[in-house]
C-alpha cells in the first residue's frame, strides 16, 4: 500500500516494464495499491493504467 499517488503510479509503471504485464493504480480508502490486469475486479476505483505494449 501506498500514501502518496505519484509513488504508486511509478511503482506500477516499473512492474509493468519489467513483467511485461498490465498494472493498475488503484484507491482503497486513502491508499493506493498496484495489482495486475488478471486482478481487476468491477468494484475498484481504477486511478491509472499502465500498458507495456501500448
Known amino acids: 500500500m501506498f500514501n502518496d499517488v ?3 503510479r511509478r511503482s506500477a509503471l516499473s512492474l509493468s516494464r519489467n513483467l511485461m504485464v ?9 491508499q ?7 486482478d481487476r475486479d468491477a468494484n475498484l ?10
Open 32 to 38: 493506493y495499491a498496484v495489482i495486475t490486469e488478471e
Open 22 to 30: 498490465i498494472t493498475l493504480v488503484i484507491a482503497i480508502g486513502t
Open 6 to 8: 505519484m509513488l504508486a
Open 45 to 54: 476505483q481504477i486511478v491509472a493504467e499502465f500498458d507495456p505494449f501500448g
